[in-house]
């Protein structure tokens, strides 16, 4: 008997699959059944400027939902080069009331045109170092269709419209 096959034997024999049957979310036998209707939770639009580092797991954990099926996000990194120059950082400044008053439009404009639950916008301010995110982009819906198309709208709307500058920290005319 060959190695893989020992393991295999000894596998199937130690791991055993529970007897009874698992438990069906509306079964008679959860005990812990609701109904969709049940489930209220209202849409959620979280922004956040920040001089803290951001955190995917904290961002994406703000979106989810047991009512949707998908999370899309989107996080902007500062990258080592710009114009052929060393970017050793980036700094963000925004001016905060029209910043905020743009991503909430841009959260209604979502809303209109795709069926998503949750979103969120964090950017970030002052320094950011090379490879840390600038920006995270997280929205939930029902189908991942949704929430990548509004995640691309997101980023490309705040882009454009959303008065946050950044200025490069660049060693001059690095070879990359």
Known sequence: MSSLEISSSTFSQEMKLPSSPPLVEGSALDPFRKDLNEIEEKPKDIIKFTAEKLSVDEVSQLVISPLCGAVSLFVGTTRNNFEGKKVISLEYE?????????????????????????????????????????????????????????????????????????????????NL
């Open 94 to 174: 925004a001016y905060l009331p029209m910043a905020e008053n743009e991503i909430r439009k841009i959260c209604s404009d979502i809303r209109q045109k795709w069926p998503v639950k949750h979103i969120a916008v964090f950017h970030r301010l002052g320094l950011v170092p090379v490879s840390e995110a600038s920006v995270i982009i997280a929205v939930s819906s029902v189908h991942r269709a949704s929430s990548l198309q509004a995640v691309s709208y997101a980023i490309d709307t705040l882009k454009a419209k959303v008065p946050i500058w950044k200025k490069w920290d660049c060693s001059e005319f690095s």
